[in-house]
């Protein structure tokens, strides 16, 4: 029947080739790949969509992003091909969408194809009646399945139109119920967010660490929530599932050992084999879960990745301006001209033996597990049997030799075509990765880092934030494309990061005011009525576009919107941003909702436990922001007061006074490690106090040598009370968690 359909349609089609489509002009590198396509492509917007009304054609959406190996393969075999393109300029209007510009309709667009298919992925093409209700989904599929579909498909509109809008109806009202559901108001207490976390254990992968089998995706929302509530409760378990998937990932072929960084999932259970793309938001995502392990345990292998992932950011993806570029590809050009997926990154033996001298190549064949005739196309990506110190101790070799011994093959590889870089400036993802230098520079003493989130920041500042509100997009000098939900909350987390990390002897409130300047602009955005409580989850966009409004709830390549929001609320209240608090009547609109699909929507669980809690990390603030606490591994505890305020000593001269007091596992620390406090007359007491202003440091026992060291980690309990000339703030009791090693001073 197909065959019958498709001879017909082939022989009703003119002749005649369609003239150049209209993505030449576009912004978008993603567009430009497919501008030369024989397809009469539009972008997505009213040209497009009004023309489909007016012939009464199916639209047919493809939904890519320029780094997508499979993209640039059906964009080879199908939509540059002529019969393809006849097919599908004779009977649907054709529209390109690049995901990473508008990800409320890409969001949109894959939930279809994942609602009737049950799985979805890049190419995604969704048709649709010329209404816009979608009615068949499907990735992607070689030329010769993907024209019978076409011929399939023109065949059924022209024969039962309105069957086809019926299906497209009813789909669509599915869809809009499940893209903006009513509030499911629920308060979530510290104990059900939890046995949440736990629940999650059940999806572990026992062999290899990560959940599922392949594809295989580092999930970053869920290992950031695994290590959040291992610290407030001590679950060594939680801590270890987060430990076997980041090693997990370290050891495997997922990882860059060269180059470092990550690529943006495996295809097998291993970590092995991976889509060779790597993608911004990876590199902040995996290298702050790094971070916040590092820093609950002291795992230097976790620093080492973490560490060599942002300088692979720094190096590779930091445009000149300041802002950090998008992706670079899958594929790369090989001798004769033709692209390949992982060309960049694979290796054979003989070219291991050509990059290093003969007696250290034999040890890195071994190492990495480079074979003739490797699985990947022939091919071998190295991967690690053990962590790099392991590794490199069991092929007798230092950390230094083999770090080496990287670095020559690295420098071997940059002799290779290298891949497309996207230089789209995506907000978002900068959002993230500005987080994450921030938290870095001060966990690893690597100003480098700091300056590095600092210049991006102030690029989005200067360039990205015109009068009319955030752009998500920069690119060849323009800033494009109306920001959404996720932009404003991550920049938002950002600028939150920045003054969390600020060094001492800088002003720590000059990222402040544009943070809350953020939040005002985002509640007016996205919130349904922006002059009351924020009582249903905000939505992605400022304005509906297809299939309607949209709240987004689930993580994709980043946590949710709604979570990053909540987050970015829950931070600016504790600082003493606006009263009433904005963050817990969001929180209550998104509990129930986020105890549906834990898997999903970890951003959320996270988010909503900061909200009850108070963050995790290795920095805590008293409300109000009055007072700064710094914990990590090797060094002191550190307090810093804000000028204008000050703590009571640890011995205060009034014993009625709150002391400050550090203990670990419920045993103060000696009198000794205190600093020598000052002595001054306050115009509240005719008596001198015993005083802490400016910054304090205390030395930490070692945690390894601690009488105790009990498998829920060693809780550091921090009592403090803020006093200004005029008021003293409620005492605080502010707690870290950590494990061995983490407690050692330097």
Not at 300 to 312: P, S
Not at 714 to 722: G, M, R, S, W
Request: charged share 25%; hydrophobic share 45%; with cysteine.
């Amino acid at each position: 029947m197909r065959i019958l359909i498709l001879l017909l349609c082939l022989a009703l089609m003119p002749l005649q080739v369609a003239a150049g489509n209209r993505l030449a002009g576009a912004a978008s590198p993603y567009l430009r790949q497919h501008a030369d396509n024989p397809v009469n492509w539009y972008p997505w917007g009213e040209e497009a969509l009004a023309l489909a009304r007016k012939e009464g054609k199916p639209i047919y959406v493809s939904v890519g992003y320029s780094a997508c190996h499979w993209c640039h393969v059906m964009e080879e075999e199908s939509f540059s091909d002529q019969e393809v393109a006849d097919l599908l300029n004779a009977h649907f209007i054709a529209i390109k969408i690049d995901r990473e510009e508008r990800p409320d309709l890409d969001e949109k667009f894959i939930i279809v194809t994942s609602m009737l298919n049950g799985s979805a992925g890049w190419p995604n093409g969704v048709f649709l009646t010329p209404e816009g209700d979608p009615f068949f989904g499907s990735g992607y599929m070689p030329k010769a399945e993907f024209l019978d579909l076409l011929a399939e498909i023109a065949g059924l509109w022209r024969e039962d139109p309105e069957g086809l809008r019926a299906r497209g109806y009813t789909i669509s009202m599915k869809l809009r119920a499940y893209l903006a559901p009513p509030a499911d108001a629920r308060e979530l207490s510290r104990s059900e967010i939890l046995d949440l976390a736990r629940a999650l254990l059940e999806d572990l992968d026992p062999f290899n660490g990560g959940f599922g089998t392949a594809p295989k995706f580092p999930r970053e929302p869920v290992l950031l929530f695994l290590l959040d509530q291992a610290e407030r409760s001590g679950d060594p378990e939680l801590l270890e599932a987060a430990r076997e998937s980041l090693d997990g990932m370290i050891r495997g072929g997922i990882h860059d050992h060269l180059g470092g960084g990550f690529h943006r999932y495996a295809t097998d259970p291993e970590w092995h084999i991976p889509h060779f793309e790597k993608m911004l938001y990876n590199q902040a995502l995996i290298a702050r879960a790094l971070l916040r392990s590092h820093a609950l345990t002291g795992n230097a292998a976790h620093a080492r990745a973490a560490r060599r992932a942002l300088d692979f950011a720094l190096r590779e993806m930091q445009a000149p301006g300041g802002g950090f570029y998008a992706a670079l590809d899958a594929d790369s050009y090989i001798p004769g001209g033709r692209k390949e997926e992982g060309a960049f990154y694979t290796w054979t033996p003989d070219e291991i033996r050509a990059a290093l001298p003969p007696d250290v190549a034999e040890s890195a064949i071994a190492l990495f597990g480079v074979e003739e005739n490797g699985p990947f196309e022939g091919r071998s990506v190295l991967r690690l049997s053990a962590l790099p110190q392991e590794a490199a101790g069991e092929a007798g070799l230092s950390l230094d030799q083999f770090d080496s011994m990287l670095e020559m093959l690295r420098a071997a590889r940059e002799t290779r075509p290298r891949p497309f870089r996207d230089e789209k400036i995506v907000l978002a993802w900068n959002g993230g990765m500005i987080a994450t230098l921030a938290e870095a520079g001060w966990l690893l003493d690597r100003p480098d880092y700091t300056e590095a989130a600092e210049k991006a920041a102030r690029f989005i500042l200067a360039r990205m934030w015109p009068e009319g509100g955030l752009r998500r997009i920069w690119i060849e000098g323009a800033a494009s494309t109306e920001a959404q939900l996720a932009d404003y909350a991550a920049f938002g987390n950002a600028l939150i990061a920045l003054h969390a990390f600020a060094p001492a002897d800088q002003g720590k409130d000059k990222w402040l005011p544009h943070a809350e300047r953020l939040a005002d602009e985002m509640i007016r955005r996205f919130a349904d009525d922006p002059d009351r409580p924020l009582s249903q989850p905000l939505r992605m966009r400022h304005k509906p576009s297809a299939l309607g409004l949209f709240r987004p709830l689930d993580d994709t390549e980043i946590p949710s919107g709604n979570a990053l929001a909540l987050s970015f609320l829950a931070a600016l209240d504790r600082l003493g941003g606006k009263a009433p608090p904005r963050a817990r009547p969001l929180a209550l609109a998104l509990g129930g909702a986020a105890s549906r699909d834990p898997m999903e929507r970890a951003g959320l669980l996270k988010a909503i436990a900061a909200v009850n809690g108070g963050e995790t990390g290795p920095v805590r603030f008293s409300p109000g922001g009055a007072v700064r606490v710094m914990a990590a591994p090797g060094k002191p505890l550190v307090l810093d007061i804000r000028p204008g305020w000050h703590m009571n000593a640890h011995r205060p001269l009034d014993s009625d006074l709150i002391a400050t007091t550090v203990s670990i596992d419920g045993k103060p620390l000696a009198a000794d490690v205190y600093p020598r406090p000052l002595l001054r007359r306050l115009g509240f007491s005719p008596e001198p106090l015993a005083l802490y202003e400016g910054r304090l440091s205390i030395p930490l026992p070692d945690g390894k040598n601690m009488e105790t060291d009990p498998g829920q980690g060693h809780e550091i309990a921090v009592t403090i009370q803020a006093c200004n000339d005029r008021i003293c703030l409620p005492p605080e009791v502010i707690t870290f968690r950590r494990w061995g090693a983490a407690l050692s001073p330097r």
